[in-house]
T-cell receptor, first 115, second 112 residues
Framework: DGGITQSPKYLFRKEGQNVTLSCEQNLNHDAMYWYRQDPGQGLRLIYYSQIVNDFQKGDIAEGYSVSREKKESFPLTVTSAQKNPTAFYLC??????????????FGPGTRLTVL | QQPVQSPQAVILREGEDAVINCSSSKALYSVHWYRQKHGEAPVFLMILLKGGEQKGHEKISASFNEKKQQSSLYLTASQLSYSGTYFCGTESYGSNDYKLSFGAGTTVTVRA
């Protein structure tokens, strides 16, 4: 089955530690995205990548880093510089055709809690 | 800039109707509607591309007024399964990158 996987579903880390969240897709989508969601709030864009080996900062990139070495993978590292990392993290992917009719599809999310 | 959704929350009894609005200060190319259940990923409902276009998904439909830069989502004869938080995602003109700006969401509670 085609889809987007994120692991783990729940993640606990001590303050000051870096942590990497996994996102893999087998939909053959070119574009991938990372969003952060806090309770009662919408989705805020952290980073996105439209093509392998290229990525751009979103609205709240400070304290995060990404890589895009393979088309199907877009891992997100939450660094110790991120002041309030506890949140629900969602990965998404999309085709980016010329007609701009494609939407974004989301993975199941990773809930990160920093103790 | 994020689109503005209203209302923030709505409570319905089964069979009642509701309207959720999504407004942007920017000219919009498309509006995407999603529904999210608690603790789960947002699920895509529909995309609207042209001014005045309407689409439907079961008894959920939407309209897009390109001139007013706003979209409305209509929940008709609501069912218990319609409960969740509804988000609009907007794509604005002027960017070569494909990215969406999401509203803060509207929480819908349908009661028996």
């Amino acid at each position: 089955d085609g889809g987007i996987t994120q692991s783990p579903k729940y993640l606990f880390r001590k303050e000051g530690q870096n942590v990497t969240l996994s996102c893999e897709q087998n939909l053959n989508h070119d574009a991938m995205y990372w969003y952060r969601q806090d309770p009662g709030q919408g989705l805020r864009l952290i980073y996105y990548s439209q093509i392998v080996n290229d990525f751009q900062k979103g609205d709240i990139a400070e304290g995060y880093s990404v890589s895009r070495e393979k088309k199907e993978s877009f891992p997100l590292t939450v660094t110790s510089a991120q002041k309030n990392p506890t949140a629900f993290y969602l990965c998404a992917s999309s085709n980016r055709g010329a007609s701009r009719t494609d939407t974004q599809y989301f993975g199941p999310g990773t809930r990160l809690t920093v103790l | 800039q994020q689109p503005v959704q209203s209302p923030q929350a709505v409570i319905l009894r089964e069979g009642e109707d509701a309207v959720i609005n999504c407004s942007s200060s920017k000219a919009l190319y498309s509006v995407h509607w999603y529904r999210q259940k608690h603790g789960e990923a947002p699920v895509f409902l529909m995309i609207l591309l042209k001014g005045g276009e309407q689409k439907g998904h079961e008894k959920i439909s939407a309209s897009f007024n390109e001139k007013k830069q706003q979209s409305s989502l209509y929940l008709t004869a609501s069912q218990l399964s319609y409960s969740g938080t509804y988000f609009c995602g907007t794509e604005s003109y002027g960017s070569n990158d494909y990215k969406l700006s999401f509203g803060a969401g509207t929480t819908v509670t349908v009661r028996a």
